[in-house]
């Protein structure tokens, strides 16, 4: 094996799971992760894999895109979905964490290893020798210069928002109560989802009010080019895209029954566990970048949540991302140097399960590069093939962030009509070409 180490710079979801990839086959890792010394606008702690957003690595069914993504990752021996199923929380049918807990698991499982030394300082350049830069899109400003300069084009970037996080006793039970969509969870215990339900003039009034709070000021420079991230988008957004944007989006009331009346609300406001303890729940679906004293004013208008105690207020910050089209090959190798990748979100594979598949297939690769193979493509029958196929192949002009989707994959030759099955087919064959290439491609 290699004597010298190599270097994975950061230890974010990305990071941390291709570290431990290296480590794993024997290569000595140094990780580098700036945090304490340095935060980012969206971290608060110094532990490795913190979840910023959400704490959901969202669907677990296999017939769910995200759901066989998962799967993929559980047969290749990923760090972050060992520690996050260790960890899960009851969501239904989504995979939800307590944060602390899983962070936490994640730096002692590397923190431990014999074969990963963690340093704690920013890295402002580009490394020489085998590195892989799986900073996020929260890159430092002096490593984006460097990588900018070494792309010889400008960074792409979106705007991403955080969504409040409230106490469970500050919840008032009812008019909010338990249940999962379509009960999900059986029916005959309390669901897993607290849910807060408005009636239309309830709805109304709050887009209202929505529309006409103040925000907190972007700097001249983000009013020039102000773009969001399609499946983030902050709520007041939305209201302003039409009066029941909320209502069809994360306001949608389908699969719910109000115990009270035995209907649908006409929109419905719905919170998820966020700790191990049960006693924070956060607003799903409820990024926002309004000033604080009016997201405690506006949200507290939703029945249920008039007394609610914040314990994280909403907030934005810009990501960052590199052209992957033009800059990677499948392999997530630079596109002119055999011995640097890049991984996670700062290739443009959008959300936590996409940003790990990355870290996990850099990891491996530069594992098999330092160790004189040659590194691989995963077939496109695969989530993580298809995903890692379109981040470096899709448009470089209308190049976007990417989640894992259905679309992505290669059509199913005959054709299956019904959804379900469609879906369920598509990770049945993706499971077989996933051992396929693991027989073939891992043992070599």
């Known amino acids: 094996m290699r004597s010298s180490p190599v270097t994975v710079v950061g230890a974010g979801l990305a990071g941390s799971e291709a570290a431990w990839q290296l480590a794993q086959r024997g290569i000595d890792v140094h990780l580098y992760e700036m945090r304490p010394r340095r935060q980012t606008e969206a971290h608060h702690t110094a532990d490795f894999a913190e979840l ?41 049918g989504a995979l939800a964490v307590g944060r602390s807990e899983f962070s936490r698991a994640v730096t002692e499982a590397l923190s431990n290893h014999p074969r990963v030394t963690v340093i704690r300082e920013e890295v402002t350049d580009i490394p020489s020798g085998p590195c892989i830069i799986a900073t996020g ?19 792409l970037y979106f705007y991403d928002a955080l969504a409040p996080i409230v106490t469970l006793e500050s919840i008032r039970m009812p008019p909010a109560w338990r249940q999962s969509r379509y009960d999900r969870d059986g029916g005959e215990e309390p669901g897993d989802y607290i849910n807060c339900p408005l009636n239309e003039q309830e709805y109304r009034a709050f887009v209202q009010a929505l529309r006409q709070a103040e925000r907190i000021e972007l700097r001249q420079f983000e009013k020039e080019d102000e773009r969001f991230f399609e499946g983030c988008l902050p709520i007041e957004v939305l209201a302003e895209r039409g009066d029941d944007a909320l209502a069809f989006g994360p306001m949608r009331p389908v699969g719910l029954r109000d115990p009270r009346t035995g209907k649908r609300p006409y929109a419905v ?21 309004l000033k604080w004293p009016e997201q405690r004013r506006i949200l507290r208008m939703i029945p249920g949540l008039e007394e609610a105690q914040f314990v994280r207020l909403g907030q934005m910050h810009r990501n960052t991302f590199i052209n992957s089209p033009k800059l990677l090959r499948p392999t997530l190798q630079w596109h002119d140097r055999d011995d640097l990748f890049f991984a996670g979100q700062i290739i443009g594979t959008e ?16 594992a098999r590069l330092v160790s004189g193979r040659a590194p691989l493509v995963m077939p496109r029958e695969t989530m993580m093939g298809a995903l890692f196929h379109y981040v470096t192949h899709a448009e470089p002009a209308d190049f ?13 030759e005959p054709p299956v009509r019904n959804k379900r099955q469609r879906y369920r087919r598509y990770f049945e064959r993706g499971q077989e070409a996933l051992r396929r290439w693991m027989e073939r491609e891992l043992a070599s």
């Open 52 to 92: 910023v957003c959400s704490n959901s690595f969202g669907a677990q069914a296999p017939d769910r895109a995200l759901g066989m993504l998962k799967e993929e990752l559980r047969a290749l021996d990923s760090l972050i979905m060992r520690c996050a199923d260790e960890h899960a929380l009851p969501a239904g």
């Open 137 to 155: 899109p929260l890159t430092s400003a002096a490593l984006s210069k460097r990588i900018a300069e070494l792309a010889g084009q400008r960074y």
């Open 269 to 289: 406001v719905q919170l998820r566990q966020d700790n191990l303890a049960g006693t924070l729940y956060n607003l799903v679906g409820f990024q926002t970048n």
């Open 351 to 366: 959300g936590y399960v996409g940003s790990t598949a990355g870290g996990l297939l850099a990891g491996i690769n530069l």
């Open 400 to 412: 976007q962030p990417m989640k894992a989707n259905f679309g992505l994959l290669p059509p199913l």
